[in-house]
């Protein structure tokens, strides 16, 4: 098999990247070549693989690799949450434009080589949010109608249709599945309003105070970059009898208020890593986070054998865990619990 991962120089990316070339095989059949598209090169570790072929440059500009012709595709890339609200233009040319020019390039394949390829699409938790006309649930389903809320939610919900519509028309085989926010991610704080998530956790364990920009009360589905990336691979694995449909569905979270991760940290690292997490209130991340699902329902990929993490606690171990032993996390991860 011959696939493609963009944005898969990134976090997530490359995990997925990783995962796939350990396993060897995805859905019983080898995997001979991985081409990872992304506007930053991917990581060493990565390239050094002779199944690896890396192409570094902006989607818009990678038409013809999109083009040549793969057995599965993995749409990761994407500009974040908080860069598309404060760059309009960005977020659409990121999101919106670069996805239409995939899409549009593996149709040109598919039309040239007679065979569709089966596709991922990453898109989010953030397709949903409250409108005076349809009141977001407690708890959002695989059916709640989403009325997203930010840029960044609307180009996820665009691009859910158009895979739906390129597979109703036999360009693609595609599913969409919707991620939880992310979290414990290694590094530095990105431009996602969301990134407050990992920090809260992971600034602690380094050593670092940090504040929380939102109040302890707030809930939001969480899932682990190893349970997130388990999800992609399943959905990818399904058949489109089991997948259901065309339309997207919910990926496991595991629904948390910020208080509870942060019990949940003092119970594993110690009150005094849990002492460097102080609240400060930014009012511009609180209003993008108070639109957003404050939990979610995931029968769908329930059926399909798909878990949420166990526990916030088993989370942060993760977290400590990789940090001991998975490249892409700095040395000094965990110099808070010296």
């Not at 890396?54 to 999109?66: C, S, T, V, Y």
């Amino acid at each position: 098999m011959r696939i493609l991962i963009t944005g898969g120089a990134g976090f997530l990316g490359a995990r997925l990247a990783r995962e796939i070339l350990k396993r060897g095989q995805l859905n019983g059949q080898s995997v001979s070549e991985l081409v990872i598209a992304d506007l930053f090169h991917a990581p060493a570790d990565l390239l050094a693989d002779p199944r690896v072929k890396g192409h570094a440059g902006p989607m818009l500009e990678q038409a013809q690799l999109f083009k040549s012709g793969f057995d599965g595709v993995f749409h990761l890339a994407s500009a974040v949450s908080g860069e598309c609200e404060l760059d309009f233009d960005l977020g659409l040319r990121s999101n919106v434009d670069s996805s239409r020019l995939l899409l549009d390039s593996i149709r040109a394949s598919t039309e040239r080589l007679g065979k569709a390829p089966r596709l991922v699409f990453a898109s989010s938790v953030a397709v949903f949010g409250p409108d005076a006309a349809n009141p977001m649930p407690a708890l959002v389903a695989d059916t709640t109608l989403p009325t997203p809320q930010t840029s960044y939610g609307t180009h996820k919900l665009m691009i859910e249709y158009m895979v739906a519509d390129y597979t109703r028309k036999g360009y693609i085989d595609g599913r969409a599945a919707r991620l939880m926010t992310v979290a414990v991610r290694p590094g530095k704080p990105n431009g996602a309003a969301s990134s407050f998530f990992s920090g809260i956790i992971r600034e602690p364990l380094a050593g670092t105070a940090t504040t929380c920009p939102v109040d302890a009360h707030v809930s939001h589905p969480i899932s682990s970059p190893g349970t997130t990336v388990h999800g992609l691979i399943t959905v990818f694995e399904a058949s489109r009898e089991a997948f259901g449909g065309r339309m997207a569905l919910n990926l496991p979270g595991l629904n948390v208020k910020v208080s509870d991760m942060l019990a949940a940290l003092e119970k594993v690292a110690g009150p005094a890593v849990r002492a460097r997490v102080t609240f400060q209130k930014d009012e511009r991340i609180a209003a993008i986070v108070d639109n957003w699902a404050k939990g979610c329902t995931f029968e769908r990929a329930h059926a399909l054998g798909l878990r949420a993490d166990a526990s916030y606690e088993a989370i942060i171990e993760q977290y400590i865990e990789d940090c001991k032993t998975r490249p892409g996390y700095p040395a000094e991860a965990l110099n808070g619990l010296k």
